[in-house]
T-cell receptor, first 115, second 111 residues
């Protein structure tokens, strides 16, 4: 079974530029998550989708971050404009469903450097 | 107050010893608990999940949960240098599947 796919793996941009990350979850997984992991910290949840609907985006900085999962499968996370403090690894994860006993599996992540 | 707390380490153990990693959480109603391993430069990898009080064993790994004390631990028996990584504790709230992660404990297993 293929795992969670993410691209690109690395991205370097200058502040105020925009960037987009793509994620394809494990086949059959209805729930998709985007996390931000700053160096030396644990991942922090940004947004959670169930199929093509947003379940929780309370920690997403909506003035600059946006995410969509239009067809309920793959998802895109965008940052516009980027700030220096956005430098982090952006992790996508998926689980079979929403229930708290559903295990989450992570993709390889996208390492973003904002100069 | 942090919701999920872990000692950042590093925790250094000799090869073959038992490594004990600890995690406390603040939400008493939390239902499910997970341990992830993260090698440097890699993404988190799920190694254990536990949902009820007591011990759960999987190979060299044992997860222990004590909901009354709001405490989760991970024991690694016969530690190997390949176990050297950061171990992340993650906790789910009473409802839903929105993991809160601790900051992780860095484990170093010395040959």
């Amino acid at each position: 079974e293929a795992g969670v796919a993410q691209s690109p793996r690395y991205k370097i941009i200058e502040k105020r530029q925009s960037v987009a990350f793509w994620c394809n979850p494990i086949s059959g997984h209805a729930t998709l998550y985007w996390y931000q992991q700053i160096l030396g910290q644990g991942p922090k949840l940004l947004i959670q989708f169930q199929n093509n609907g947003v379940v929780d985006d309370s920690q997403l900085p909506k003035d600059r971050f946006s995410a969509e999962r239009l067809k309920g499968v793959d998802s895109t996370l965008k940052i516009q404009p980027a700030k220096l403090e956005d430098s982090a690894v952006y992790l996508c994860a998926s689980s079979f469903s929403l229930g708290s006993y559903n295990e989450q599996f992570f993709g390889p992540g996208t390492r973003l450097t904002v100069l | 107050q942090k919701e999920v707390e872990q000692n950042s380490g590093p925790l250094s153990v000799p090869e073959g010893a038992i490594a004990s990693l600890n995690c406390t959480y603040s939400d008493r109603g939390s239902q499910s608990f997970f341990w992830y391993r993260q090698y440097s430069g890699k993404s988190p990898e799920l190694i254990m999940s536990i949902y009820s009080n007591g011990d759960k064993e999987d190979g060299r790994f044992t997860a222990q949960l004590n909901k009354a004390s709001q405490y989760v631990s991970l024991l690694i028996r016969d530690s190997q240098p390949s176990d050297s990584a950061t171990y992340l504790c993650a906790v789910n709230p009473p409802a839903g599947n929105m993991l809160t992660f601790g900051g992780g404990t860095r484990l170093m297993v010395k040959p």
